[in-house]
């Protein structure tokens, strides 16, 4: 059973960098897949961040592309997201997820928990 | 950027009762698309992926259909634990893209 944890400050002051790390267990980040983030503000829909693959290829939402940048690290088998000059409008709960390479395979099959990241001083 | 547009906002079911849920794309996606379940405080779980391909240990009271522009999610016979937010996915363009969910609440 593949298994994501994301792991990062719950708390970031406005104008500062969010930093998440999202370990994977049971499955070599290196074998394949897109390894993505996934946020959820409190009350609202699921928006999707942007993805990375095992060579270090990024896709990134449009709406967040210049603040953010994501990293694979295989020898630790995980994944990092840092989002730049956060605002309150980026408190939400992070998700890490995976998702299938093929055009018709790239759903989210396995989340991490989910950890709310609050931007507040 | 695709929109997903999910009706009802809120759908009040019986235990029991058949649930339909709708997801439109603002443009074909083909059958990219996947239906995701929420409880409160977990996260999102896989229900249906390829618009009608139950995720692995699914029950077959829920199913998906339609392709293109339009789709639903049915749950035949909902149970106490079906009660949650589902929310509708579209992997066939970036930036992918989420509806923004229906709440299936007790009646």
Redesign the interface.
Not at chain 1, 44 to 48: C, Q, T
Not at chain 1, 103 to 109: E, N, S
């Given at each position: 059973q593949v298994q994501l944890q994301e792991s990062g400050p719950g708390l970031v002051k406005p104008s500062e960098t969010l930093s998440l790390t999202c370990a994977v267990s049971s499955y070599s980040i290196s074998s394949g897949y897109y390894w993505g983030w996934i946020r959820q503000p409190p009350g609202?829909?699921?928006?999707?961040i942007g993805s990375i693959d095992h060579s270090g290829s990024t896709?990134?939402?449009?709406?967040l592309k210049s603040r953010v940048t994501m990293s694979v690290d295989t020898s630790k088998n995980q994944f990092s997201l840092r989002l730049s000059s956060v605002t309150a409008a980026d408190t939400a709960v992070y998700?890490c997820?995976r998702?299938g390479i093929q055009?018709?395979?790239?759903?989210?099959?396995y989340?991490?928990?989910?950890t709310l990241v609050t931007v507040s001083s | 950027e695709i929109v997903m547009t999910q009706s009802p906002a809120t759908l009040s079911v019986s235990p029991g009762e058949r649930a339909t849920l709708s997801c439109r794309a603002s443009q074909s996606v083909s059958s990219n698309s996947a239906w995701y379940q929420q409880k409160p405080g977990q996260a999102p779980r896989l229900l249906i992926y390829g618009a009608s391909t139950r995720a692995t240990g699914i029950p077959a009271r829920f199913s998906g259909n339609g392709s293109g522009t339009e789709f639903t999610l049915t749950i035949s016979s909902l149970q106490s634990e079906d009660f949650a937010v589902y929310s509708c996915q579209q992997y066939n363009y970036w930036p992918w893209t989420f509806g923004q969910g229906t709440k299936v609440e007790i009646k």
């Open positions: 609202k829909g699921l928006e999707w896709y990134y939402n449009p709406s998700y997820a998702a055009l018709w395979l790239r759903f989210f099959d989340w991490g928990q989910g | -």
